[in-house]
DNA sequence: ATGTCC
């Protein structure tokens, strides 16, 4: 066991034991002072998610991982919730795994990013847990803060959940050719170059996010406002050193969304920040894994048609042709939202400002 | 997670 580690979660909620192996030994790496586990800690690829890790003296890419900017951006559309037509909206929503055909050039300009960055990725949500999801407002807790925010319960939502595609990728592989698992000093010039690309594809997701809710609304011949966009991959300057966050939301960039599976509802909150360094800054970004996604098919089996697995038990849709990825993004394959949440507020991370329940989960059309 | 392994 090492001692500057710490994991929020009650009693109640169950981590397994691998993540909990996996924060120990990541918070062994050269220069790592504290690691924090988030109570949607899960087991990766050697790499927990769902945590924290600060250094002052050393980055490790590989912590980050291969999605470098992936995060959450929630808009308010002018779609009045209660008209919203479902079965409509599912027959618009085509296309939207193609290459964008919007202008990547001018796009690129405006975000500041070099031209060279364009492809095909830009504009779509891509695999894994990523999504677009429309919900709708079930229940305000914090009135004041949602009126602040500028919200309208009567109105239909947009949450976003994508990267930077390849170009996280890219820039990963990169670091690890050359350097395999190894940390970089901060003070070298590997470090720098790092960095800049990191910084780099964090805004290339963000406008990744960008444009994919664009897509949609235009689909649906809806406008929308951004609310927030939420980085939970990330490599930030945090107190003279540096804050490695993997699946971890900032809780010093104003109010987050927690969602659960498609299958419950999504958590708008606000970070409390009396005592948010006990959490390294930082906030759950999900319910987190239960099952492995390698065992989420063989589990789930024969006990779910591929229709039922389209509607969720809160009404939802989903639309998810690839019948791999349908079985593996399964609500019964993620952990209770509630406790995730709850521990967040017994800790006294977070606030509740408002509950928002999917209605349109889009996956991908692409068999 | 991945211009996704052949």
């Not at 050269?30 to 003296?57: C, N, Q, Y």
């Not at 364009?118 to 803060?145: C, M, P, S, W, Y």
């Not at 239909?156 to 970089?184: I, K, M, P, Y």
Request: aromatic share 6%; net charge neutral.
């Amino acid at each position: 066991m090492t001692n500057n580690v710490q994991i929020i979660a009650s009693a109640r909620n169950w981590i397994e034991q691998s993540a909990i192996d996996q924060l120990h030994r990541t918070a062994q790496l050269e220069g790592i002072e504290r690691a924090v586990g988030l109570p949607d800690l899960h087991a990766g690829r050697g790499i927990p998610i769902g945590a924290a890790f600060w250094s002052s003296t050393h980055a490790h890419p590989h912590l980050i991982g291969n999605d470098i900017g992936c995060g959450m951006a929630l808009w308010q559309t002018d779609i009045n919730a209660g008209k919203f037509k479902l079965d409509r909206a599912v027959k618009k929503l085509t296309g939207l795994d193609q290459p964008w055909a919007g202008n990547q050039i001018s796009a690129l300009e405006q975000a500041g990013l070099p031209l060279h960055l364009a492809g095909e990725a830009l504009g779509t949500i891509g695999g894994g847990n990523h999504f677009a999801e429309f919900q709708k407002v079930e229940a305000i807790i914090d009135d004041e803060r949602f009126t602040q925010m500028g919200l309208d319960k009567s109105l239909l939502f947009l949450l976003v959940h994508s990267g930077s595609r390849g170009l996280g990728h890219a820039v990963q592989e990169d670091h690890t050719r050359r350097f395999n698992a190894e940390g970089l000093n901060i003070a070298s010039d590997a470090f720098a170059h790092y960095l800049t690309r990191h910084d780099q594809a964090m805004t290339w997701a963000r406008l990744n996010r960008d444009i994919i809710a664009n897509r949609f609304l235009a689909k649906l011949g809806a406008d929308a406002e951004l609310k927030l966009d939420i980085f939970h991959n990330s490599l930030t300057r945090h107190r003279d050193g540096w804050l490695h966050r993997k699946g971890a939301a900032p809780a010093d960039k104003g109010p987050i969304v927690i969602p659960g599976s498609r299958g419950s509802m999504t958590y708008l909150v606000c970070p409390r920040p009396e005592n948010a360094d006990v959490a390294l800054h930082s906030l759950a970004h999900g319910a987190g894994r239960k099952w492995p996604r390698s065992s989420a098919k063989a589990r789930l089996g024969r006990k779910v048609t591929l229709a039922e697995l389209e509607r969720t038990a809160l009404g939802g849709r989903v639309l998810c042709e690839d019948n791999q990825l349908i079985f593996e993004e399964a609500p019964q394959a993620y952990k209770d939202i509630e406790t995730v949440v709850s521990d967040l507020e017994e800790a006294g991370l977070i606030t509740v400002i408002a509950v928002l329940r999917p209605v349109i989960t889009y996956k991908t059309r692409r068999k």
